[in-house]
């Protein structure tokens, strides 16, 4: 049984930030791209970043320069840090662990909500 379990979600001050995270349990941490995405009311959920296993990372545009993923293999670990939030960061942001070729998975966390309002 695979579980993510996101924590860090909170209300703070623009300007301001969080550091999200998400812990995974089962044995697939070591094989998957890791990523963050994000969905606010009435969106569609959009990529935040990603993280492959060699580290390599991708951001979304959107917050390239203000947010950082990182990954912890030892404690089956990911991080988001977020600087410089703006209301418009308002969203719930999920864990997803995927790995594309077989056996091919796409997992998800239950999201953890982060607002940016004064």
């Known amino acids: 049984q695979v579980q993510l379990v996101e924590s860090g979600g909170d209300l703070v001050q623009p300007g301001g930030s969080l550091r999200l995270s998400c812990a995974a349990s089962?044995?697939?941490?070591?094989?998957?791209?890791m990523g963050w995405y994000r969905q606010a009311p009435g969106k569609q959920r959009e990529l935040v970043a990603t993280?492959?296993?060699?580290?390599?990372?991708n951001y979304a545009s959107s917050v390239k320069g203000r947010f950082t993923i990182s990954r912890d293999n030892a404690k089956n670990t990911i991080y988001l840090q977020m600087n410089a939030l703006k209301p418009e960061d308002t969203a719930v942001y999920y864990c997803?662990?995927?790995?594309?070729?077989?056996?091919?998975?796409?997992?998800w966390g239950q999201g953890t909500q982060v607002t940016v309002s004064s």
């Open positions: 993280i492959t296993t060699d580290g390599s990372t």
């Open positions: 997803n662990a995927r790995k594309m070729f077989f056996p091919a998975y796409n997992y």
């Open positions: 089962g044995s697939i941490f070591s094989s998957s791209v």
